[in-house]
DNA sequence: CACTCCCGCCAATCC
DNA sequence: GGATTGGCGGGAGTG
């Protein structure tokens, strides 16, 4: 009072002091990411509220916002339990299960259609039109989402109809996961919020209320790095979005079990239908619903695997589990295991806390995403990526890497000119190397610094991306093969902490380990189950895309901090083949990489081979395992390898398993961009000699598959890029997306549709 | 000026 | 009927 008005204004807080956003990160602080689940956190809003200072108002606000994420719920009045983020990776991939069942894909494309198509027209029609769009999609207006377990605390004391923030909140995710790229403009999040609600007046003023509360929102999901304010440019201007940066959530393979509060369920289409079981209708259609069908080549695929298990089980010449070193019964385990690999999702395994120094920069991803107990791996090699977008592709299977891989370490190559770069990463007492569709085995930086992501996207191959996926085919590709019952009620059993994932992990498969069957017996259903042995291979390939480096805030869990390579956001779409394929360590050395060859070596293989070279190739394991016979896959490569003068002639690659001790240039200098100078007709000789590869991979012992499947790479099509050729298929260019060239670390992203292709837009970040 | 989003009114609901 | 929740929109701060 005795302060002057300037005076008085300077002893205020700034209101950037008193934002939303760092309110949140105050209440974040007072509390564990992942409190004990022995003792309970209640939390008192009144105290909150007078401890930081603020009113209740605001408090109310982010609550809200966290119990739509199952980080709180709510107990009684003016109580709040607090679970942090135990419950988090369950809830998202809820929420993008319910957002792909609520088409938001298609309502984000719509109503990007609608606006390009009137973007010229002033009558202001068109968000009518939009929002009657709606109706002939879908109908399915969804109550507050909630996870087993914790829907009645909350619903119990709560019966507020409309629980706007925590539904819209929920909704602006759902919108976030599906979209691809994961960026989503606050314009069209507000108008498919609004057209949900409110078919017919799309007035002004609802519409600056729902951007209101979408920043309201958007600040506390930003506090917890689940998203980031990002720019889109485009003709008109820039427009404000914001990209997921979260937890990378796998393709739901299967219904989570999950409620919906006793709320109300508002159907559009049917307004007797409020019923609760109505509502889980919405949410969960019948499962024969025609847009989960298997993909053609998927069920080759199955087929093929399951035939080889089939061998492998009862095969005469099956390896018999000795007692000696252990290390046959491992390969022995191996290949049963990978027999298996491309039908069933890896199960995500956190990192070890322990890592080597190098890894730390590149390996590492927050404490918060190393911490996620997915409870469901994301099949990556096999299925529905196309509904899924292709995302940081990198993040999620270096962050699975298993601690008894403590000595891998991880080079990225993004190829601008080609599309995805992938990693191969073996097992521990292997190295990890780069991999990409130039078919560069090179070393990378994981380097662009900040958000200045610049290089630029080529605009035709990202159309030609963006055409090929048609989104709502993509929607159709979720093979009922991976569907299983079983495996899924395993999965949903294992929303477990990470040091016990680990430490599950090292007894299971860590090669020292003593006794597997003893330990076996040990150890939880679902990974005592012997179909989840089969989901720690002994090598991934990883498709890596672009890297980015961001300086964060210290003590802020980030995963872009830790030098992850992520995918920030892409025009890419991953064929079904696209993620993390695994790879037989002894496939590799079944070739006879040698290490020195580590960056010159241009091995074209398709992703589909690759995924299935484990299982058409279990033949030859034996002697790969032994590996003093050389196999002819081991003399094509080094006849290639000598035809294409990467090694001199009369040089023999040795047999011997090199790689185990690869060494890996751990400086981005020592890398080798020798494929950015490559020509079309290198291409062109690469191409065949990699075609020769493959099927040496592919066909090492009779080769089983008959010509069907992924080895059906006959006449790459010249004018094609190596990323399309990498990407070729038996189902046709069509059946599956092509990866678009990758623009190598830009902001800049196509986020053309089927609809809109030539859009071209700019991201940015400030 | 447009974009952000804080602030607090006040209605709905709870107890 | 007071307390709790939270929708809502005015308008201030920011770039």
Redesign the pocket.
């Known amino acids: 009072e005795h302060l002057s008005g300037d005076e008085y204004?300077k002893s205020q807080p700034?209101?950037?002091e008193?934002?939303?956003?760092l309110?949140c990160l105050k209440f974040l602080a007072r509390y564990p990411d992942y409190p004990s689940t022995v003792e309970n956190i209640y939390i008192c809003?009144?105290e909150v509220a007078e401890e930081l200072n603020?009113?209740?108002?605001?408090i109310?606000?982010i609550?809200?916002v966290f119990e739509s994420l199952h980080m709180v719920s709510?107990l009684?009045?003016?109580?709040y339990i607090w679970h942090g983020r135990h419950n988090l990776a369950k809830t998202l991939q809820t929420l993008k299960k319910v957002g792909e069942e609520n088409k938001y894909t298609e309502k984000i494309q719509m109503i990007k259609k609608r606006e390009y198509e009137h973007e010229f027209d002033l009558d202001g029609k068109g968000n009518e039109e939009v929002a009657r769009s709606f109706v002939s999609i879908e109908h399915s207006e969804m109550c507050f989402v909630e996870l087993p377990g914790i829907e009645f605390c909350a619903a119990s004391?709560?019966?507020?109809?409309?629980?706007?923030?925590?539904v819209m909140s929920q909704k602006f995710v759902m919108l976030l996961l599906v979209s691809t790229p994961q960026i989503v403009s606050?314009e069209v999040a507000a108008k498919i919020l609004i057209g949900e609600d409110q078919l017919e007046d799309l007035d002004k003023?609802?519409f600056?209320?729902k951007?209101?509360?979408l920043?309201?929102i958007?600040?506390v999901l930003s506090s917890i790095e689940l998203i980031k304010?990002v720019?889109i440019t485009e003709e008109r201007?820039?427009?404000?979005a914001f990209k997921w940066t979260g937890p990378e959530v796998p393709p739901n393979t299967h219904a989570t079990k999950l409620e919906t509060t006793s709320a109300p369920c508002i159907s559009h289409i049917s307004e007797s239908t409020t019923s609760k079981e109505q509502c889980s209708k919405n949410l969960f259609p019948s499962r024969v619903k025609q847009n989960f069908t298997r993909h053609p080549s998927l069920i080759k695929l199955v087929k093929s695997i399951e035939s080889d298990r089939r061998k492998i089980q009862s095969a005469p010449t099956s390896p018999v589990k000795t007692s000696t070193t252990g290390t046959d019964e491992n390969v022995s385990a191996y290949k049963s295991e990978v027999s298996q690999l491309a039908a069933i999702p890896q199960y995500q395994l956190a990192e070890s806390p322990k890592r080597p120094k190098d890894m730390k920069n590149n390996l590492s991803g927050s404490l918060w995403e190393d911490s996620l107990p997915w409870p469901e791996a994301a099949p990556k090699a096999s299925t529905h990526t196309a509904a899924t977008p292709p995302k940081p592709l990198v993040t999620q299977p270096l962050s699975a890497l298993p601690p008894s891989h403590q000595s891998a370490s991880a080079v990225i190559q993004p190829q601008p000119h080609s599309g995805a770069s992938y990693a191969i990463y073996l097992h521990p007492s292997h190295a990890v190397t780069a991999y990409s569709p130039s078919f560069m085995l090179q070393a990378l930086p994981c380097a662009n610094e900040g958000d200045n992501c610049t290089a630029a996207t080529d605009p035709g191959k990202a159309m030609a991306a963006a055409s090929n996926c048609a989104c709502q085919n993509c929607h159709e590709m979720v093979p009922e093969g991976y569907d299983n019952e079983e495996k899924q009620n395993k999965f949903e059993t294992l929303d477990q902490s990470v040091a016990s994932c680990s430490e599950q992990y090292k007894r299971e498969c860590a090669p020292e380990d003593e006794d597997r069957t003893k330990t076996k017996q040990d150890i939880p259903v679902a990974f005592a189950n012997p179909a989840h042995e089969a989901f720690f291979p002994s090598g991934y390939l990883i498709p890596l895309t672009q890297c980015t480096h961001h300086s964060n805030k210290a003590g802020l869990p980030n995963r872009e901090k830790a030098g992850l390579c992520s995918l920030q956001h892409t025009a890419t779409h991953s064929s079904p083949a696209a993620g993390a394929i695994p790879v037989m360590t002894s496939e590799l050395k079944a070739v006879n990489i040698p290490a020195f060859h580590i960056t010159s070596l241009n091995i074209m293989l398709s992703p589909t081979s690759i995924a299935a070279a484990p299982v058409l190739s279990n033949s030859h394991l034996n002697s790969s395992n032994a590996s003093s016979v050389p196999n002819p896959s081991s003399s094509l490569l080094n006849f290639t390898l000598q035809h294409v003068g990467l090694i001199p002639a009369g040089v023999q690659v040795p047999a011997s398993p090199v790689l185990q001790h690869i060494p890996i240039p751990s400086k981005p200098e020592s890398i080798n961009h020798s494929s950015e100078n490559m020509t079309l007709q290198e291409e062109k000789v690469r191409n065949n000699i990699l075609q020769l590869l493959t099927r040496s991979l592919m066909e090492p012992a009779g080769g089983t598959d008959k010509g069907q499947g992924p080895t059906v790479l006959k006449e790459p099509p010249e004018a094609q890029t190596m990323t399309e050729n990498f990407f070729h298929t038996p189902g046709g260019p069509n059946t599956v997306p092509l990866l678009s060239a990758n623009s190598g670390g830009t902001d800049t992203v196509s986020q053309g549709t089927s609809y809109i292709p030539q859009r071209k837009l700019e991201v940015s970040e400030n």
């Open positions: 204004e700034s209101r950037k008193k934002s939303l956003g309110l809003l009144d603020v009113e209740r108002r605001r109310y606000s609550v809200n709510r009684a009045k003016n109580r004391v709560n019966s507020r109809k409309d629980k706007s923030l925590r606050l003023n609802k600056k209320t951007i209101r509360r920043y309201d958007a600040n304010k720019h201007g820039r427009k404000p």
